[in-house]
């Protein structure tokens, strides 16, 4: 079983809809969740960090279940700039990898008119 | 303005000929990291540096060196590069620790070609 699991995608869905995309990871020690933006062969870059009690922002809402080891991100009011590929990232491993992030693959998303 | 960079953004290079790609932080992070990102495979670390002179393998180290000497600089050597090694790579730092004030700062990648 993998670290940190995503539904690849692609997600394609009409300008305005609401999507979710979920991701499970393996290790119950893990402290730190994110969820981070990664356009087309650039750098990922943070989105949003996901709290225990969930946060938002804007159209954005992400949410974390330890019990079920599992976090979400939902986009609400989708735009045509929301299409990149969203990686879930869950972190520290507090193992042999020292501090280290793990990544999932990422979900890609299109948003179409 | 906090920043990652990493040079070169591309490189073509031949198979055998060493290389070395840098990266440098300015937010004095503690822990550095490079990451290869292949297609289906997603980031996968090589190496990361939780302090000056303090570096260990990731996943796939094989085929890298890193140093770090510097708290700011932590470059990836590539002392025989093949085929295999053509990938695009981050660089990334961030706070040692946990908890949501540690996320990852991405350098804006390198492509490289081994031929």
Known sequence: RKEVEQDPGPFNVPEGATVAFNCTYSNSASQSFFWYRQDCRKEPKLLMSVYSSGNEDGRFTAQLNRASQYISLLIRDSKLSDSATYLCVVGPILTGGGNKLTFGTGTQLKVEL | ?115
């Open chain 2, 1 to 115: 303005e906090a920043q990652v960079t990493q040079n070169p953004r591309y490189l073509i290079t031949v198979t055998g000929k060493k290389l070395t790609v840098t990266c440098s932080q300015n937010m004095n992070h503690e822990y550095m990291s490079w990451y290869r990102q292949d297609p289906g495979l997603g980031l996968r670390q090589i190496y990361y540096s939780m302090n000056v002179e303090v570096t260990d393998k990731g996943d796939v180290p094989e085929g890298y060196k890193v140093s770090r000497k510097e708290k700011r600089n932590f470059p990836l050597i590539l002392e025989s590069p093949s085929p295999n090694q053509t990938s695009l790579y981050f660089c990334a730092s961030r706070k040692q620790g946990m908890g949501p004030n540690t996320e990852a700062f991405f350098g804006q990648g390198t492509r490289l070609t081994v031929v």
